[in-house]
């Protein structure tokens, strides 16, 4: 009897779940915000759903023509121009293409994939950006569901990259409905997702590592980029450091700085010895309220620029009124010009470029490095132990 009432019975076979079929599936995404430092992710997590690459459409770069014609009446009171701009991009998906999406994916990033995680107090993204695609969102409902009139399905999960093993269920929250997507196709997908970030992220390292081999090898100087991801953006950034590397002078962004060990240990070899910093990611020696990813990269990237010595000038970028950028425009200087590298600050980017005088400042940056360069490394680089990994070994 009791082997009848606990004794195991084999299972009826699995039937295997049909495949689901999105390669006509066409997704729409924004190219706003931290998308321009998580956009290879967004890119294989919906291939690896089966959504066809050419059905994966980004908005085109910010532009004023952009704002006037698709996001007329539609915008927000914000005065963080990157977030404003995006009523454009919005309009442009849905008014904009030639064949009709099926899906807008803006997602609300609340966590960002830093390469500071773990060495700082939180990775999170500014609360302003994080909450635009629910501000943009909005203007498109307010008079009537333009998504919903233009039969397309508007996806805004929540999402936590510094969390990757929440990612799968955020996913399977924000999008199950509009994707039919379940919690092992989001694991899947999360995954793949990550592996092309990480791909993407190291290749480029690999890419400036390169470029500074070259410059120490030729000692020559470079530029180095701070800002924030969307500052790549040619509307938002307004090609500042495309015409000072028209120059001849290479432009570094920091988001993509090489962390190879054997370089950043040479570079922070006295900080390290002394017992200053923990290790070659820690910031708490200039920033201790260290919660804001893209601020956090920002500090690290000063104390890098003013420590390596073809690293010759700094260029900070920031849009008009960013109250997260504000508090760091006096630290970030005082690190830079107290490591002797020049520093030049653009600290009021809005929507229009002002020609004139981005040219004439970006004719007085390239004088100074011309003129400045060779005694600012050498100064930089008597500072340093002689091994130098970006040198061939002798």
Not at 70 to 76: D, P, T, V
Request: with cysteine.
């Amino acid at each position: 009897m009791l082997r009848t009432w606990f004794g195991r019975r084999p299972s009826a076979p699995s039937t295997p779940r049909p495949a689901k079929d999105r390669s006509k599936l066409r997704v729409g995404i924004p190219r706003v915000l931290n998308v321009w430092s998580t956009h290879r992710f967004w890119t294989a997590f919906l291939e690896a759903l089966g959504v066809r690459p050419e059905n994966i459409v980004y908005s085109s770069d910010t532009s004023e023509d952009q704002g006037r014609e698709f996001g007329k009446g539609r915008g927000a009171v914000d005065c963080c121009y990157p977030v404003k701009c995006m009523s454009g991009h919005y309009g442009e998906l849905v008014f904009g293409q030639r064949r009709k999406l099926d899906v807008i994916l803006s997602p609300i990033i609340y966590t960002l994939p830093s390469f500071l995680h773990g060495h700082v107090q939180g990775s999170f993204s500014c609360t302003r950006v994080a909450a635009g695609p629910e501000n943009i969102k909005s203007g498109f409902l307010k008079e009537a569901d333009v998504f919903s009139g233009n039969g397309i399905r508007y996806a805004s999960p929540f999402v936590s990259f510094a969390e990757r093993a929440l990612m799968p269920r955020q996913m399977v929250k924000g999008l199950g409905d509009v994707l039919d997507l379940d919690l092992e196709e989001a694991t899947k997908a999360v995954d793949a997702g990550f592996d092309a970030l990480d791909e993407f992220n190291a290749r480029m390292r690999s890419k400036s590592r390169e470029i500074l081999e070259s410059c120490a090898r030729e000692d020559r100087p470079c530029l180095l980029v701070l800002a924030r991801p969307y500052h790549m953006d040619p509307g938002i950034g307004h090609e500042i450091e495309v015409n000072v590397q028209a120059s001849g002078f290479p432009i570094l962004w920091m988001q993509y700085f090489p962390l190879d060990s054997d370089l950043l240990e040479w570079v922070f070899h006295d900080d390290l010895k002394s017992g200053v910093i923990r290790n070659c990611f820690d910031i708490s020696d200039v920033w201790p309220s260290s919660y804001s990813a893209n601020t956090n990269e920002i500090l690290w990237g000063a104390k890098v620029a003013a420590r390596l010595p073809w690293i010759t000038c700094v260029l900070r970028l920031s849009s008009y009124e960013c109250g997260m950028d504000q508090p760091t425009y006096t630290p970030v200087q005082k690190i830079v010009e107290g490591g002797d590298t020049l520093l030049f600050k653009f600290g009021d980017l809005d929507s229009t470029k002002p020609s004139g005088s981005v040219r004439i400042r970006v004719e007085t940056i390239v004088h100074y490095v011309r003129k400045s360069s060779s005694d600012i490394i050498a100064r930089k680089r008597a500072r340093l132990p002689a091994d130098c990994p970006l040198l061939p070994r002798r």
